[in-house]
């Protein structure tokens, strides 16, 4: 973007929209992020409220039922077989086992014969069975003899029935509940308990008909289904019935086995998962409502914000950009005619005053630098004028009349003389214009600066001869350097015309080269006229002199010095004057610079080097 402003304005503008949905999307995420958790808490909560209701109706039905064996544990009877009911009991057995088993044959048989010493039976009350026409859930029971032998089972059973499982039978501990769930053959799932129990004998007379069931006491006819064969050949056997005894006191171990139906439980339990997933639900309804509305909030929020930030921003940045604006008006107000700027570096932030003062000198360098392009006009023209008018005056008073041949060749020289001048100074504002714009390149070269300041005095000499100037040299050893050779030469020989020229009578020049802190020192010495202390700051200017009216008769028009300080800044080097009554001083020092060695010596260092 061209606009500094408008650039200024759209990347704060972006800047604060993206830290402002960055926070925003922080602060949802946070607030999220709570929500869910909160919403996992709750879930837990529900869940394990869940699973205590489950846990309570469970262990509600394995109370009751568990309670409901005890209570037939404690209320079971143990009652003898009268032997006025053993055939009945026997036949009756027999008869049944295939509808409704009570006591097997076996036992039956040797209780007959005397061989089991248990002449007794265990019978529970079916009114402990509660009635499901109350509300209740079916329930079922089944007992055992202590060798796993069925006894007794509830009429709700019809002609189904428990097992009693081999392991359970052998390490049940007495009083001992076990918990298991069974389903019948008609499909109903059971909730069921072992318990093992005793049962204590007193004695007594057992009414038949409730103990074995609805057929009544009968004789013994055998061939019943489960009934043993007669042995060789005998018709059906008739025992000797041994009498029964009332009295005395024994223990019989039995096993009761109560369930129920799980129906309704599992009923409740899905009645209390509806009212989980109910309020899970509607928990994730409620969470989901809050973060939408959050979302909502954080919307308009934001985009209210954003609003404030991009109308807040556009003013701060516009007050923040008013002192370029003041500094651009002031700017805009310097002419040629007028280099100063209108404006107070105080009244100006921190950051500009180092700009407004880079501005106020470099419009200082500028005033200075129209002030010289109209100085150097005026020089140049006056420069020009003097030797092209007497030039023109030589030509004037020689067309006057006829003249001699001798007369027209003294003119003749008068004018070349001229001419010479103005090609002088014609070929040193080339030679500026070339610096100015950059066309005269530095190209540095192995040079010898010791032969380069021979050559130079080798041509000043002449010319401090005809002045009666002695000129001396203070010369050492060859210094080898890196440098231009062209521009070195043309600023010691200026150096040396000038103390020539400025030279008192009878004086002396002397010239010395030496290395120091890897620099070459080039010093220019003379007993001249010297130079005023308000001069020596603009000695090196363009068509500068430091006394004109002195030297007017000299063909020089004070560039010299402006070329030698080009050249210097050109060499990377430093020019430096010093002047007084007893003379003036100019040291040049160029980097020394280490020249690369040539083929020849790189030839003879290297022994094993041989030439294709």
């Keep these: 973007m061209k606009s500094i402003r408008r650039s200024l304005i759209v990347y704060v503008l972006v800047l604060l929209t993206a830290?402002?949905?960055?926070?925003?999307?922080?602060?949802?995420?946070?607030?999220?992020?709570?929500?869910?958790?909160?919403?996992?808490?709750?879930?837990?909560?529900?869940?394990?409220?869940?699973?205590?209701?489950?846990?309570?109706?469970?262990?509600?039905?394995?109370?009751?039922?568990?309670?409901?064996?005890?209570?037939?544990?404690?209320?079971?009877?143990?009652?003898?077989?009268?032997?006025?009911?053993?055939?009945?009991?026997?036949?009756?057995?027999?008869?049944?086992?295939?509808?409704?088993?009570?006591?097997?044959?076996?036992?039956?048989?040797?209780?007959?014969?005397?061989?089991?010493?248990?002449?007794?039976?265990?019978?529970?009350?079916?009114?402990?069975?509660?009635?499901?026409?109350?509300g209740?859930?079916?329930?079922?029971?089944?007992?055992?003899?202590?060798?796993?032998?069925?006894?007794?089972?509830?009429?709700?059973?019809?002609?189904?029935?428990?097992?009693?499982?081999?392991k359970l039978h052998k390490n049940a501990v007495l009083l001992a509940e076990s918990f298991d769930n069974v389903q019948l053959k008609s499909g109903e799932n059971l909730r069921r308990v072992t318990l093992k129990a005793t049962v204590a004998r007193l004695g007594g007379n057992l009414p038949t008909q409730r103990m074995i069931g609805p057929r009544g006491p009968g004789p013994w006819k055998g061939g019943g289904k489960g009934s043993p064969p007669p042995k060789d050949g005998a018709?059906?056997?008739?025992?000797?019935?041994?009498?029964?005894?009332?009295?005395?006191?024994?223990?019989?171990?039995?096993?009761?086995?109560?369930?129920?139906?799980?129906?309704?439980?599992?009923?409740?339990?899905?009645?209390?998962?509806a009212q989980r997933d109910r309020q899970l639900d509607e928990l994730a309804t409620t969470i989901d409502g809050d973060l939408s509305q959050l979302r909502t909030r954080m919307l308009w929020i934001g985009m209210a914000t954003l609003a404030a930030l991009w109308m807040g921003g556009y003013l701060v940045i516009c007050l923040g950009l008013a002192p370029l604006s003041k500094m651009s008006e002031a700017v805009r107000q310097v002419s040629p005619k007028n280099f100063d700027l209108p404006l107070e570096?105080?009244?100006?932030?921190?950051?500009?005053?180092?700009?407004?003062?880079?501005?106020?000198?470099?419009?200082?360098?500028?005033?200075?630098?129209?002030?010289?392009?109209?100085?150097?006009?005026?020089?140049?023209?006056?420069?020009l004028r003097t030797p092209l008018a007497a030039l023109m005056t030589t030509l004037e008073v020689a067309l006057r009349k006829a003249r001699s041949p001798q007369e027209y060749r003294e003119i003749l020289e008068e004018c070349q003389a001229s001419g010479q001048h103005m090609f002088?100074?014609?070929?040193?504002?080339?030679?500026?214009?070339?610096?100015?714009?950059?066309?005269?390149?530095?190209h540095p070269a192995q040079v010898d600066v010791i032969d380069v300041a021979l050559n130079c005095a080798d041509i000043i000499r002449p010319l401090a001869r005809a002045k009666g100037l002695e000129l001396r040299l203070n010369l050492p050893d060859p210094i080898t350097t890196q440098t231009d050779p062209n521009k070195l030469r043309e600023v010691?020989?200026?150096?040396?015309?000038?103390?020539?020229?400025?030279?008192?009578?009878?004086?002396?020049?002397?010239?010395?080269?030496?290395?120091?802190?890897?620099?070459?020192?080039?010093?220019?010495?003379?007993?001249?006229?010297?130079?005023?202390?308000?001069?020596?700051?603009?000695?090196?200017?363009?068509?500068?002199?430091?006394?004109?009216?002195?030297?007017?008769?000299?063909?020089?028009?004070?560039?010299?010095?402006?070329?030698?300080?080009?050249?210097?800044?050109?060499?990377?080097?430093?020019?430096?004057?010093?002047?007084?009554?007893?003379?003036?001083?100019?040291?040049?020092?160029?980097?020394?610079?280490?020249?690369?060695?040539?083929?020849?010596?790189?030839v003879k260092a290297t022994p094993e080097f041989i030439p294709s």
């Design 136 to 166: 209740r859930a079916q329930e079922y029971y089944q007992t055992y003899l202590n060798f796993r032998q069925p006894i007794q089972r509830s009429e709700s059973l019809g002609d189904q029935s428990f097992t009693l499982d081999e």
């Design 235 to 273: 018709k059906d056997p008739q025992p000797k019935l041994p009498p029964v005894g009332l009295g005395g006191f024994a223990v019989q171990t039995v096993f009761i086995q109560y369930a129920s139906d799980l129906a309704p439980t599992e009923a409740k339990i899905r009645d209390f998962e």
């Design 492 to 602: 010691i020989t200026n150096l040396l015309h000038n103390a020539v020229e400025y030279n008192k009578p009878n004086g002396s020049i002397e010239l010395s080269v030496e290395r120091t802190n890897g620099h070459v020192k080039v010093e220019v010495r003379d007993t001249g006229i010297g130079i005023k202390p308000e001069a020596l700051g603009r000695l090196f200017e363009r068509f500068f002199r430091a006394d004109p009216s002195r030297h007017a008769d000299t063909p020089h028009a004070g560039l010299g010095l402006s070329i030698v300080k080009s050249y210097v800044d050109l060499m990377s080097g430093t020019i430096k004057v010093e002047s007084s009554e007893a003379g003036t001083t100019f040291t040049v020092e160029i980097p020394f610079v280490e020249p690369a060695p040539s083929l020849e010596t790189a």
């Design 424 to 442: 002088q100074l014609v070929a040193r504002l080339l030679t500026l214009a070339r610096l100015d714009a950059g066309a005269d390149q530095y």
């Design 19 to 134: 830290a402002l949905g960055a926070v925003s999307w922080f602060s949802y995420r946070t607030t999220g992020d709570s929500l869910r958790q909160r919403q996992r808490d709750a879930q837990g909560m529900v869940q394990r409220q869940f699973e205590d209701q489950e846990k309570t109706v469970r262990a509600e039905l394995d109370r009751r039922i568990l309670q409901q064996a005890r209570t037939m544990a404690r209320t079971a009877r143990s009652v003898s077989i009268h032997s006025d009911y053993q055939w009945g009991l026997g036949s009756i057995v027999w008869a049944a086992q295939d509808v409704h088993p009570v006591v097997p044959y076996e036992v039956i048989r040797e209780v007959l014969e005397g061989k089991n010493p248990f002449r007794q039976l265990v019978l529970i009350d079916d009114d402990l069975v509660p009635d499901p026409a109350h």
């Design 345 to 383: 570096a105080e009244s100006l932030p921190n950051e500009l005053r180092p700009i407004a003062a880079t501005l106020v000198e470099t419009l200082g360098q500028l005033r200075k630098a129209f002030e010289r392009e109209k100085q150097a006009a005026a020089d140049i023209s006056h420069e």
